[in-house]
Each structure stands twice: as C-alpha cells, then as structure tokens.
C-alpha cells in the first residue's frame, strides 16, 4: 500500500522507517486523543507562587556575605594574575583578599585585590548608578527595614540575611523574598526587626 502526500502529487512507498498504516479518521483521533484540564488564571487572581528555597536563592545571591568598604568603588580590573578579563566595574563586594567586580550587564567576575585598581577616567552614567546602588546596599545590615521591589510594586519588610548580591528579605505578612541589591532601599536605619 502506498501514501500519497496531501500536499503534493508525489507517492511515498512503504519502508522500515514509515511501516504502512492505514488511515485514522477525525473521529477516530478525537476517540483516541485526550483532554487536560488546565488551572485558568484570570487577572483578577495573581499566578500562584511557590515558596522560594532558601538555599537556591542564596546561591543566586552570591551566598551570605558582609562586604567591606571597597564596594562601589569603580574600578580598572588587571587581567594579569587574575582569571578575568580586562575591564572597568563596580566593586559588589569585598572581604579579604577576594573581590567580586561587576563588568558588564550582569556578569560578575571574582578576582583579588591586587588585581583591581581606582579607576581615573570618566565613569559612564550607567557604572555611575550602579556603584550608587552598590554603595548604599553596602550600609545595609542584618535587621534593617527596607522597601524593596516585587512585581506588583513595592512591599516593606526586614532584611533577614544579607548576601554578596542582595539579600533574603521577610515581608511584615511572613513572606520570604530574594531580592538583588538594586531593589532593596532602607527605611530607617535605627529600627531593627522584632525577635
């Protein structure tokens, strides 16, 4: 038995790769197929969201860190010695002889002290808001109230831990949020979290 291609006039024989079969009617397929039965979300009810694992938004956020006072310094990043390309960026973190440097849009390379030094050119607006942002998420602590970004808006809430890039943030309903250091605005720095 041959097939005939409906959509041109060429015959395809049968072969070990298309062993023959005979044809299926629509009412045969609607018989054999099934129906799922999908959660229908309208914009009246957000998306359900999954309560976040701690140990992988950690991760994401670079682990649990305090920096020292070289974050958001702009700087030249030496390629000899380190396993790094040559580069102007932020200082994001500092703590002994490691240093984390944002280079580009979202990349950020690890390197050691002796491989970065002051930038003396002209700091492009972009890097000028960036090592802003870094510099006041730095003088963030462990128990500071903040406001901070989600997709609906804004929300308050208490920094639970602080991390290299951001940190886990509890909302005052008890929800746990990660947040980038971008998005995290403090408060008021004297008043700290209830026990």
Same mark, same amino acid.
């Given at each position: 038995?041959?097939?005939?291609n ?46 976040i694992?701690?140990e ?11 920096t ?7 700087v030249?990043? *030496? !390629? ?5 390309a040559h580069?102007?960026?932020? =200082?994001? +973190? /500092?703590?002994? %002889?490691?240093?984390? $440097?944002w280079i ?15 930038f ?12 802003? *942002? !870094? ?10 109230? =903040?406001? +901070? /970004?989600?997709? %609906?808006?804004?929300? $308050?809430?208490g ?14 309903d ?6 980038g250091f ?14």
């Amino acid at each position: 038995m041959a097939y005939t291609n409906r959509h041109s006039a060429r015959t395809i024989g049968s072969c070990a790769r298309f062993p023959q079969r005979r044809r299926v009617s629509s009412c045969e397929w609607m018989a054999r197929s099934r129906k799922f039965s999908l959660p229908l979300i309208t914009p009246a009810s957000p998306a359900p969201r999954e309560p976040i694992d701690l140990e992988a938004a950690r991760k994401k956020l670079g682990g649990r860190g305090l920096t020292e006072a070289l974050a958001g310094s702009v700087v030249e990043v *030496d !390629a000899r010695g380190a396993r790094c390309a040559h580069g102007v960026g932020v =200082v994001l +973190f /500092a703590q002994g %002889d490691a240093v984390d $440097v944002w280079i580009d849009d979202g990349i950020v390379q690890r390197t050691t002290r002796g491989s970065v030094r002051p930038f003396g050119g002209i700091v492009p607006d972009k890097l000028a808001e960036l090592a802003t *942002d !870094a510099k006041e998420f730095a003088t963030l602590s462990e128990g500071i109230r =903040v406001r +901070f /970004a989600t997709r %609906d808006g804004s929300a $308050v809430g208490g920094i639970v831990e602080k991390c290299r890039y951001g940190a886990l943030v509890l909302r005052d309903d008890g929800k746990m949020f990660a947040i980038g250091f971008r998005k995290i605005k403090a408060l008021s720095r004297s008043v700290l979290l209830p026990n």
